[in-house]
C-alpha cells in the first residue's frame, strides 16, 4: 500500500489531479481514498443556465459499465466538482451580485483508471476500465498500459509542485473586503456588523413565514502564500476528514476537509448524511463532554437538524421507492478535530428507471447548506451574501461508470485562483438563532482552515 501524500505529489504532475481522501480513518465512512489523474476527457459548464447534469450524462453514457464486488466502491466513472451554481440550471434562483473568481458550476474528468486505498484492510488496487477503447481486446491492453503508466508515476524520483500559474487578481477587482483578525491579509466580505444584521434579515424572513430556515456564509480571504498542493498536505495533517479531497481543477485547486456526506448510491441503495448543529471542541475532556450534552440538548440545533432531515426525504422521495425512505440517525453527535456536530442519515432505494444522475436533479445542492423550503432560501441567499459561492455548498465525488456514487458536501473547503484563497463559512439560521452566536460559529468552524493557512 503506497504512501498516499507521496502519491499525491507525484500524481499531483499530471493533469486534473484528484484525491478523494478519507483523512480520517472512520472504519465505516472513512475505509477508501481513491487517487487518480490525467482523464480521458475533462469538461466544465460555466455558471448560467445550461444543463450540466444533462452534460454529465451524456458524457457517461458510452462507457457504461458493471460494478465488481470485490473492489472498492469507484471503479472508474467522472468526478470532480458540482459547484453550487450549478442550482441555478435546475432551479429558478438568481445568481450572485458579484462573481469575481468565475469558478465554473461543473468541473469534471472522465477517470478512467484509479488507485484505490483500503485503509481497513491495508491493501491497495489500480483499477483500470480500458476507455476509451470498447472492443474487448484493445481495452484489455489499453487497461494493462494505463495501470503500469500509473505504476510508473508511484515510482517516480519528482521535484515540488510548482503553484498554479495562473493570471493574478488585483485587489481592486475584488468585492469589498473587510480586514478581520488571523493571518496577514485575512479579509471577510462581510464587516461584523453588516454579517450581524444579514443575520437578522434572515431572521425576519423566518418571522414573516418565507423560510423556516436558511444558511448564510462569510467568504474568508487571503491572498495565496505558496502551492495549493502544499496547503492541502496542512490541512489533511491539521484537520483529517473523513470527505476530504483534492482537486486540481486547472484554473483552480480545492483543498477540502469537508466531514460531510451529501448522498451516495451503492447498488441502487440511497444514503444523504446531513449535518446541523455544531460546538466548539476543547482540550478538557470534562468541557467537551459538556459541550456535546449541551449541543444534544439544544432544542434550537435538533429543530435545525430535523427540518433538513424532513426536507432530504421529500427530495430523496422524488426518485425513490417511497416505503423505502426511512431515517436510520436522526442527531447523532459525531465528533471532529475541532467542532462536534449533530448529524442525521436518511436511506432509500431507487425506483427502477432511476439513475444517480435522476437523484442528483432531484437534490441537489444539499439542504444541509441551503435551507427550507430549499428554493426560496437559495433565492434569500443570494440577496443576503455579497459574493457567489463558487465551489463553496456544492459538491466533490464521483458518478461510476457502474452508476455508483459518492459526493461530499463542500464545507470546510479553501478555493484557490488566481493568486487567492478562499474559504467561506457559515450556518443555519432559525428562528431562535441569536446573530452574535452565529457569527462566532463561523469562526469555530473556520479553525482548522486558518490553522493550515499558519
Known amino acids: 500500500m503506497p504512501d498516499l501524500e507521496a502519491a499525491l505529489v507525484r500524481f499531483a504532475r499530471q493533469p486534473h489531479s484528484l484525491l478523494l481522501d478519507s483523512a480520517l480513518r472512520d472504519p465505516t465512512l472513512g475505509r477508501y481514498s ?26 457517461l453514457r458510452p462507457y457504461r459499465g458493471e460494478h465488481r464486488p470485490d473492489l472498492p466502491p469507484f471503479q472508474g466513472g467522472a468526478a470532480g466538482l458540482l459547484s453550487y451554481d450549478l442550482a441555478r440550471s435546475l432551479e429558478r434562483v438568481p445568481p450572485a451580485r458579484i462573481d469575481e473568481f468565475g469558478i465554473p458550476a461543473l468541473a469534471m474528468g472522465l477517470y478512467d483508471t484509479v ?3 483500503d485503509h481497513l484492510a491495508h491493501r491497495a488496487w489500480i483499477v483500470s476500465q480500458g476507455y476509451p477503447e470498447t472492443e474487448p481486446s484493445r481495452r484489455a491492453r489499453r487497461a494493462r498500459e494505463r495501470i503500469a503508466q500509473f505504476q510508473a508515476w508511484l515510482g517516480e524520483e519528482v521535484p515540488p509542485v510548482l503553484p498554479a500559474a495562473n493570471l493574478p487578481l488585483s485587489p481592486e477587482h475584488l468585492a469589498s473586503q473587510f480586514p478581520v483578525s488571523g493571518p496577514a491579509g485575512l479579509t471577510s466580505n462581510f464587516a461584523p456588523a453588516d454579517y450581524l444584521h444579514a443575520v437578522q434579515r434572515a431572521i425576519d424572513y423566518i418571522h414573516a413565514g418565507d423560510v423556516f430556515q436558511v444558511n448564510l456564509a462569510q467568504r474568508l480571504l487571503v491572498p495565496a502564500g505558496g502551492s495549493a498542493l502544499d496547503l492541502y498536505l496542512r490541512l ?36 444523504a448524511r446531513p449535518i446541523k448543529g455544531t460546538r466548539r471542541r476543547t482540550s478538557w475532556v470534562e468541557a467537551d463532554m459538556f459541550a456535546g450534552g449541551d449541543l444534544l440538548a439544544s432544542e434550537k440545533d435538533r429543530a435545525e437538524n430535523v427540518m433538513i432531515v424532513d426536507l432530504l426525504r421529500n427530495d430523496l422521495s422524488r426518485v425513490c421507492v417511497a416505503a423505502s425512505v426511512r431515517v436510520t440517525q436522526l442527531c447523532g453527535l459525531e465528533s471532529y478535530q475541532f467542532v462536534q456536530h449533530l448529524v442525521s442519515a436518511v436511506v432509500g432505494e431507487l425506483r427502477p428507471g432511476q439513475s444517480a444522475i435522476d437523484l442528483l436533479r432531484g437534490a441537489f445542492p444539499g439542504g444541509s447548506i441551503t435551507g427550507a423550503p430549499k428554493v426560496r432560501a437559495m433565492e434569500i441567499i443570494a440577496e443576503l451574501e455579497p459574493t457567489a459561492r463558487g465551489p463553496y455548498c456544492g459538491s466533490i465525488g464521483y458518478v461510476g461508470f457502474d452508476g455508483w456514487l459518492d459526493l461530499s458536501i463542500l464545507i470546510r473547503t479553501i478555493t484557490a485562483s488566481r493568486g487567492w484563497w478562499q474559504f467561506p463559512v457559515g450556518g443555519g439560521i432559525v428562528a431562535q438563532s441569536v446573530p452574535r452566536q452565529e457569527y462566532e460559529e463561523t469562526w469555530h468552524k473556520a479553525a482548522g482552515l486558518l490553522r493550515a493557512l499558519r
Open 236 to 271: 489533511r495533517q491539521c484537520n483529517p476528514a473523513t470527505f476530504a479531497a483534492w482537486f486540481d481543477g486547472g484554473a483552480f485547486q480545492l483543498a477540502s476537509a469537508s466531514p460531510e456526506r451529501f448522498v451516495s448510491v451503492q447498488a441502487g441503495h440511497v444514503e
Open 34 to 59: 481513491f487517487l487518480t489523474a490525467d482523464p480521458l476527457e475533462f469538461f466544465t459548464v460555466s455558471a448560467d443556465r445550461s444543463d450540466g447534469l444533462a452534460l454529465l450524462d451524456s458524457k
Open 115 to 117: 488507485l484505490a486505498i
